[in-house]
């Protein structure tokens, strides 16, 4: 059953200089439980999409539903972590990710800051919960913003290069815990990326976007090549290395003048 449906959605911005046409018609249907990763060059138009699922722009024409009913203003069904997050400074860290359970009426206090103090120790800030998050990194700010939304437990979470500042093997534990999250407690994501690594190990499928206009270069059944649990090994296989290749030549592809 799908879950989450672009329906022919377009976005045009109006500039000075003419429209800008940002998104076109782009139709895809998301899985309930699903990982979809949008992978594409900067400036495609990547984030957009991602704003208009979040509620954050409305669609010039077309739409998204997410149930059957189409999607309007921000509501806790979509959960967003975006490439920069600023977290309340008043707040420590582990207020800060038991405040993305404000709504979360079916929740015990006791068992808000269970779950808050489980994420927290998901993204390795077990030993920070106190602090406050201008005494913490740039980094660490954002596994706080991913803890806080994986806490917060929206239907679709909405991850824009939610990694990108984080170093390396960071990076690749948060990915390992993602999948094993999604195996645990069926969660639907788009995940936005320019890294063809990151799109390759995360997803059930990629979406591949060409240059602004988005476009759809090319929709890869990742799951059906590596099957659906991944971990460190994944990154070693024959079929990941192929994955990651494929996806690196359709990058390449529409990253050059064509
Ligand atoms: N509010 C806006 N008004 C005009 N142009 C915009 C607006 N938001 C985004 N754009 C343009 O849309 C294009 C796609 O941007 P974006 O969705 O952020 O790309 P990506 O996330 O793939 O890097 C860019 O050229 C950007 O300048
Ligand atoms: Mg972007």
Aim: aromatic residues 8%; contains cysteine; proline residues 4%.
């Amino acid at each position: 059953m799908s879950h989450l449906v672009f329906d022919a959605v377009t976005k045009t911005f109006q500039s000075r200089t003419g429209p800008i046409p940002v998104v076109e018609p782009f139709d895809l249907e998301v899985a309930k439980g699903e990982i979809v990763v949008f992978l594409g060059p900067s400036g495609c138009g990547k984030t957009t999409l991602m704003r208009m699922v979040g509620g954050l722009e409305t669609p010039t024409t077309g739409a998204i539903r997410l149930g059957g009913a189409v999607l309007g203003k921000p509501d806790r069904r979509r959960g967003m972590v975006f490439q920069s997050y600023s977290s309340f400074p008043w707040l420590t860290v582990e207020e800060n990710v038991a405040f993305g359970m404000r709504y979360r009426g079916d929740l015990g206090a006791a068992e808000k800051r269970d779950r808050a103090r489980h994420f927290l120790g998901v993204v390795g800030l077990t030993e920070f919960a106190a602090s406050y998050p201008n005494r913490i990194s740039g980094g660490m700010r954002q596994r706080v913003a991913i803890a806080r939304t994986l806490a917060a437990g929206s239907d679709v979470l909405l991850m824009d290069e939610p990694f990108g500042a984080l170093d390396a093997q960071r990076r690749e534990q948060l990915q390992v815990e993602l999948r094993r999250i999604l195996e645990a407690d069926a969660k639907t994501i788009v995940f936005v990326t320019h890294d063809v690594e990151e799109a390759a190990f995360l997803a059930d499928r990629v979406v591949v976007f060409t240059r602004r206009p988005a476009r759809t270069l090319a929709l890869v059944d990742v799951t059906a090549r590596l099957g659906a649990h991944r971990d460190l090994e994944t990154r070693d296989s024959r079929a990941f290395f192929e994955l990651r290749s494929e996806l690196l030549h359709l990058v390449r592809s529409t990253a050059e003048d064509t």
